[in-house]
């Protein structure tokens, strides 16, 4: 089975030829990432801050999740390694 262009690493120009060499200058670069930067959808100010709030949120969920279980797994490691007596 053939492997696809950009697996092997070739590129193909427009005439359909092989320059696996050929590089992209900084000024093609530059004119690649303005073009692409135009196309960034960026989100509203409400939709920002719905995301701002569900992040919020979500850690500080995880934030409790993992105290809870750092402390019940500190007191059963507790428990497990001075025997169990509260004198």
Known sequence: MADAPAVRGGRKD??????????TGP??????????????????REQLSTYFIVVI??????IALVSVLDLGLGKLAFEIFTGGDNI
């Not at 000024?27 to 509203?44: D, G, H, I, N, S």
């Not at 949120?57 to 995880?62: L, P, S």
């Open 14 to 23: 427009s005439s359909g030829g092989k320059h696996p060499d050929k590089r």
């Open 27 to 44: 000024v093609t670069f530059y004119r690649q990432v303005v073009a692409e930067l135009r196309k960034v959808v960026y989100p509203t």
């Open 57 to 62: 949120v979500f850690v500080i969920v995880m």
